[in-house]
């Protein structure tokens, strides 16, 4: 009979980091908290009887997806984003994504482009306004509605940057010819419809529709180029209805280009405990005199209220419009090593300069006296069609200057506006906030 072999060294070897991995990975996972009992149970078992029970077969990680976004999203301001959502939910809040950088238009059984992006890959291969997109990639359109083939194309065109996609386009009366489009990193700006609304006075005029990175530098460039004009810039009206926010870091920053110094927003964390005031730095603050009037609605929240309450409590600008949401609360949005999911959970909530708490929400709730949001200076109220109007100007999506002449005469052929926010005679709002600024110019030149 054979004798027994004796183990190898390397055997030993392996054993032991066998060991020592399962001690190091059952320390990690003691680490976090356990679902407690009887949850625990109730949760599988509740899972595993819908499995069984009921009457549509389901799939356990659609279940599993709604019960961890339903515990993320406890307190109305937390968000669980699965792996699939987490590229949409990028987009959304930083206005970056892979593509070929169009905008379509869908009228009738045709599919138009309405605008190659600036500086994008469709601009690039030469695209213009009004060029028909027959196919992608040899797919035909045929058979969808406008809104499905306007979905199809968005859905098609996308793809990883450094990839290619293959249009057939017509153009005008010529034969349809393949255009190879290589796709790229695509930025949305969130800076919008900047000009003079009165370009006697001197007096800008600017949206800002979401608080994506490097708007900061987004915002200066527009001032400046308006400055640069020869009308000058004398004063300036910031847009922030509908805005909902966005990073904190780009709030602060475009806070202090207005602000020269002082407090601009203080964060307190779980027991009111402040975690960190952010403060304005006079060598960031490149407009520290040039009058400013901020438009806020019920839509304007978060970084929007942050930035609005620092310069309404400094006495840097005069806030029109409506009282903003009230949404006071911190964000951290949290990504894991080797998970491919983003979690958003509150963290803690704004402060103004003031000592105004910004949370109109939660707050009231628990405590019965909390208003919340930014009380505007002058109130003007705006709600039913006229909202509706300015709602679908201001969102609409702004062409290049060098596009602008070309989209507006392919709207008006299929029957539809220019792009364009509305006139002051459209828009109280914007009516009002333009009636202070121009007294404030004016209040300043009899002054001098």
């Given amino acids: 009979m054979p004798l027994p072999q004796r183990p190898s060294l390397r055997l030993f070897a392996i054993l032991w980091l066998i060991t020592i991995g399962a001690f190091w990975l059952g320390t990690i996972v003691a680490r976090r908290t356990a679902v407690p009992e009887p949850e625990a149970t109730a949760m599988q078992v509740v899972m595993q009887e819908i499995l069984r029970s009921h009457v549509i077969e389901q799939d356990a990680h659609n279940l599993a997806d709604i019960a961890i976004k339903a515990m993320a999203g406890f307190d109305h301001y937390g968000q669980y984003v699965p792996h699939d959502e987490v590229d949409s939910y990028v987009e959304a809040t930083t206005g970056n994504y892979a593509g070929i950088g169009i905008a379509v238009l869908a009228v009738n059984d045709r599919l138009l482009v309405r605008f190659p992006f600036l500086n994008g890959p469709s601009a690039a291969a030469g695209l213009l306004p009004g060029d028909e997109i027959i196919a992608i990639e040899g797919i035909k359109f045929s058979g969808l509605d406008s809104g499905e ?13 450094g990839s290619k996609v293959r249009l057939t386009i017509k153009r005008a009366d010529a034969a349809p010819r393949e255009v190879e489009i290589l796709r790229g990193e695509v930025h949305k700006s969130a800076v919008k419809w900047a000009h003079h609304i009165d370009a006697g006075l001197g007096i800008g005029y600017l949206w800002l529709s979401d608080f994506h990175p490097d708007c900061d530098k987004e915002l200066v460039a527009h001032i400046t180029a308006l400055t640069r004009l020869p009308c000058g810039l004398h004063g300036l009206i910031l847009d922030l209805r509908f805005n909902g926010g966005g990073y904190l870091d780009v709030c602060v920053a475009m806070a202090n280009l207005f602000l020269p110094r002082g407090v601009i927003t203080t964060v307190k964390k779980r027991g009111g405990v402040t975690e960190v005031s952010y403060l304005a730095q006079p060598e960031n603050c490149q407009f520290p005199d040039l009058p400013l009037v901020i438009l806020v609605n019920q839509d304007s929240a978060s970084a929007s209220e942050v930035l609005t309450g620092a310069l309404q409590d400094h006495g840097r600008a005069l806030v029109v419009g409506e009282l903003s949401y009230g949404k ?38 628990f405590r019965g006296d909390q208003q919340g949001g930014i009380v505007p200076d002058r109130a003007v109220p ?48 914007l009516a009002a906030a333009l009636a202070a600024l121009r007294a404030t110019i004016e209040q300043a030149a009899a002054g001098k």
Avoid: C, W
């Avoid at 300015?390 to 602008?404: G, K, M, N, Y």
């Fill in 382 to 429: 705006l709600d039913g069609e006229p909202l509706r109007v300015v709602f679908t100007a201001l969102t609409d999506q702004e062409p290049p200057p060098e596009h602008r002449t070309a989209v507006a005469a392919l709207l008006q052929l299929h029957g539809m506006r220019a792009p364009a926010i509305r006139s002051p005679d459209e828009d109280p709002q």
């Fill in 328 to 365: 006071g609360m911190v964000n951290t949005l949290f990504s894991y090593k080797n998970l491919d999911f983003k979690l958003k959970v509150t963290t803690g909530h704004y402060v103004t300069p003031n000592g105004r708490d910004l949370e109109g929400h939660h707050l009231r709730a």
């Fill in 149 to 161: 083939r306007q979905m199809v194309a968005e859905t098609r065109i996308r793809g990883e940057a």
